[in-house]
């Protein structure tokens, strides 16, 4: 028998250039997994290569007015955006184009996003997971940003969303989205606030086309829009604990305030949905009167709002447009069910994207796992995107290890999410680590881990020597008693095919020989 | 309006002295908040007081034979002990006398463990954590594990299994129990183990109840013990894909093999039993079979096991001993009710007691976060406890961060447990703290967190100034626009008797206030 060395690369396929990270292990088996990390070693000014460039140039050649995925898909068109996500997830590109169709999944791809590797967001398809970047008041710089964003990718994020408040916000956006290889979202309604000096009362509806016009041009893939907090909700609010949490949400409900007018992103949907369009900027239908803390979750307000998403989802759907709906938030775990169910319902089943939720209240400092729980249930439920939530959530800005905390707990969500779902090949890899770990092929376990590096620092905490690695134990149970080794034992006991009376014979017989071998289950390994 | 301190400190309540921790808030709210750290300042030489030494004296001067919560609660007997967790629980002590003498919660209170501040293990009660510790054949000494005990029950370990292996057992465990204020339970299996130098064929029942018997004179309040890992089922495990990864579960199976004879911790329970109810230790009856890995979950062997464990439960019941069931290990999140269903049937409601389950397998290094999830979610369905898993299983030792890491997930489990399942009282705490939030009373929600210090510490790294932790913004919007501000404006609006019309024109006149009065919503913080 040859040993093999466990490696881990990247890999790409067929003409789309499909990335994949192969992992080949050390007994010869091969697993390719999802990679969201994108070209290396490419150039900050020059930006990522532009993929998208001939398949963009194509549709514009030929003179289409609607860009969307979902205009496609509905005129029977694969493109090739269907069939490089169909390569990724493994499925047919004809089941692309008929979920896309149905409104039951989106391809967030801005035609001016030539830079994007396509994903897809919808239940049937692996749960996905967001991370958010950005400047705030304090600190930044452009740089700081790509590495923020870099950093995002390499530890899994599917897309991401820049929620850049301060200065040089549009610069800012424009390095982030040329180095770029997942969806960017944004929230347009900050940058308009920023135009206005910050007085949400001076904001119309002229302004934020302005903006969505800049951000679609430059190439961001989805807006999240606050478009359901109507004025007659509002008051619904006042007797909330947490009131208001999301920005987006009190950034309109007082200009609803102000004017005594109901929402121009609400009044005005048709014409933003007219500016989308001609990109392919994909809604992510904010949810602005989600709860911000257990008290009041599954309330009035936010299930008034979830019933306008719904109806905006139509409207949207009318225009051909793609769609997404956010979601809490702050959820116990027994009325996480109710969310998901009635989301499916009134949204049409179209993909929904949850800020975590938190299943507890008091646990800042660790809400990324207080969150990761509440996704990982959703998730298993249908719940198609996962915005993440950093160990400094309602404390203060995250910084790098945050962010791979963060992320390291929503991959475990989603993952947990796709097996639970039976989503097919999803538990390959737990199988493929199991085999590794039940073999001690430790290099092997490292290669399959979410975070190889990490694991393998812990190991070598307690256990440096490289001898250890190969070792037929851990540092658990040590080298003289080993579980895993006596199954070992059992297995070469019992023969697949024996009848259990012949199994019975084999154990006696079995046991007899192994008390005359010297009853040791511990075996020397041999060096490799 | 006074401004009050915002303090946490140490209270008792009753004369018997049930320790809380008391959160006085800025606002005048007080909350009590479970406490497990125990008596503080104590001697290691002295240990902590003997709290237990007169309710023991009493019983054993009367003559007693059995000593277990159980055969009193039968008997209509109210013990100090019931009476104790009655307080801390919040319930009526004749409640607490119900579960006992039905089997469906334990006070896991050796007569030997005088120092224990009791506590109820059943799933009509608050969810508990339990921590390993224990030398492993590398290094330790008993500084260190009592060093290891204080900060696992500073962290909310609610018991504590002492899993040493290494030499000094019985020393280290002595040091261990006479300091220790939380139920201490042991794996006795491995210390058997070492009296016969590691060769499991040479175990027996006399060497077994010979090292029972010591271990209760310690005091040890719960025994972990294999006796369902019968000799039919051990040829069940030979097809899983880990085998048997239960040291204990290991140890048995290769008994059984070497002997091929039943286990004899099966064969010879009632005799445990006689042993057991002498001094009131109840039994862990440990999961042999259990899983190492998703696609071993929920199998032939795990389930036969089980089978066997609730046979056990009656015999053990019948004899007056108080007894849990541990449980899995490994489950995909959609194969988690089963366990819970079947155990409640099986076992009739004795309490389940489970490791995790971790819901992925590919997380090393993160497996914390990946079993507080499973954790989560079969403590909302009736988990009475659940044993915590630290970022290094399956790769290393513990150590102290870990512990503490460790510790912090499954707290948010447990708390997320008694959330769902309606435990009167449980969402106080994250309500009062959703409170102080929304009023920007920072101090007060450090003192309601799981972890105070790394919450105030992780939002002095992005506003350090003191001024800032009583400004009313935080680090993530900023002074110039908060999302909390304008619900307070809202509710100021909305009178709460108001009928609908009445609102809507209130709507009407206080947008005309509100822009009269500049419409500024951020309000310079007093300072106070």
Redesign the interface.
């Known amino acids: 028998m040859t040993t093999k060395t466990s490696t881990r690369c990247r890999i790409t396929k067929s003409d789309l250039k499909v990335p994949f990270v192969e992992v080949s292990l050390s007994n010869g088996e091969r697993l390719e997994l999802y990679d969201t990390e994108g070209p290396q070693g490419c150039d900050v000014q020059t930006g990522l290569p532009k993929r998208r460039k001939e398949w963009i140039a194509e549709r514009e050649a030929r003179g289409d007015q609607c860009f969307t995925q979902l205009h496609y898909a509905r005129k029977n068109i694969i493109t090739p955006e269907m069939r490089f996500v169909a390569i990724r997830e493994n499925v047919d590109p004809e089941f692309v184009r008929t979920e896309i169709a149905s409104g039951r999944a989106i391809i967030p791809a801005n035609k001016r996003h030539l830079e994007l590797e396509p994903m897809i967001i919808g239940r049937k398809f692996l749960c996905k997971v967001n991370a958010n970047i950005g400047n705030?008041?304090?600190h930044s710089s452009i740089d700081d940003e790509v590495e923020k964003m870099r950093w995002s990718v390499r530890w899994g994020a599917d897309t991401l969303m820049d929620l850049s408040?301060g200065e040089r916000i549009k610069e800012t956006r424009e390095w982030i989205i040329r180095n770029c290889p997942v969806p960017v979202g944004t929230v347009p309604i900050y940058e308009a606030?920023e135009r206005v000096n910050?007085?949400?009362?001076k904001l119309d509806i002229e302004l934020f086309l302005d903006v969505l016009a800049e951000q679609a041009e430059q190439g961001v893939d989805y807006f999240t829009i606050h478009s359901g907090v109507r004025?007659?909700y509002?008051?619904m609010?006042?007797?909330?604990?947490?009131?208001?949490?999301?920005?987006g949400?009190?950034?309109m409900?007082?200009w609803c305030?102000?004017?005594?007018k109901e929402n121009f992103l609400y009044t005005e949907f048709d014409r933003i949905c007219d500016l989308l369009r001609k990109y392919d900027v994909s809604f992510s239908l904010g949810d602005g009167l989600r709860p911000?803390?257990?008290?009041d979750a599954n309330d009035e307000a936010q299930f008034a709002e979830l019933e306008t998403l719904g109806e905006l989802t139509h409207h949207a759907w009318e225009r051909d447009c793609q769609v997404m709906i956010e979601g809490p938030g702050h959820v116990?775990?027994?009325k996480i069910d109710e969310n998901m169910e009635k989301q499916l319902r009134i949204c049409q089943e179209a993909p929904f994207y949850t800020l975590g939720p938190l299943?507890?209240?008091?646990?800042?400092?660790?809400d990324?796992?207080?969150s990761?729980?509440g996704a990982?249930?959703i998730g298993?439920q249908g719940c198609a995107m996962l915005c993440y939530v950093t160990?400094?959530e309602?404390?203060?800005?995250p910084?790098k290890e945050d962010v791979k905390q963060g992320l390291?707990?929503y991959k475990?969500?989603a993952?947990?999410?796709n097996?639970?779902?039976?989503h097919p090949g999803a538990?390959d890899?737990?199988?493929a680590?199991?085999?590794a770990?039940?073999e001690f092929r430790w290099e092997d376990?490292?290669n399959?881990?979410?975070?190889p590096q990490?694991?393998r620092?812990?190991?070598d905490?307690?256990?440096p020597a490289q001898a250890a690695k190969t070792a037929h134990f851990?540092?658990?149970?040590?080298?003289?008693?080993?579980?895993?080794a006596?199954?070992?034992?059992?297995?070469d006991?019992?023969d697949?095919k024996a009848s259990p009376s012949t199994?019975?014979q084999d154990?006696?017989d079995?046991?007899e020989e192994?008390?005359a071998a010297g009853?040791s289950?511990y075996v020397e390994p041999k060096p490799r």
């Open positions: 705030s008041a304090v408040t606030l910050g007085r949400p009362e004025l007659p509002i008051p609010t006042a007797k909330r604990t947490t009131g208001i949490v999301s920005r949400g009190s950034i409900a007082k305030l102000s004017h005594h911000g803390c257990l008290a116990p775990l027994h299943v507890i209240d008091i646990s800042p400092g660790y990324h796992i207080a990761a729980i990982a249930v298993s160990p400094k309602h404390l203060g800005l910084n390291m707990a475990i969500a993952h947990a999410a097996v639970a779902k039976g538990q890899r737990d199988d680590l199991s085999r770990r039940f376990q490292f399959l881990a979410l975070a990490t694991a620092d812990y190991h905490q307690t256990l851990c540092s658990m149970c040590g080298p003289r008693f080993c579980s895993m006596i199954t070992q034992q059992i297995r006991m019992v697949d199994l019975a154990l006696r079995k046991s192994f008390r009853g289950i």
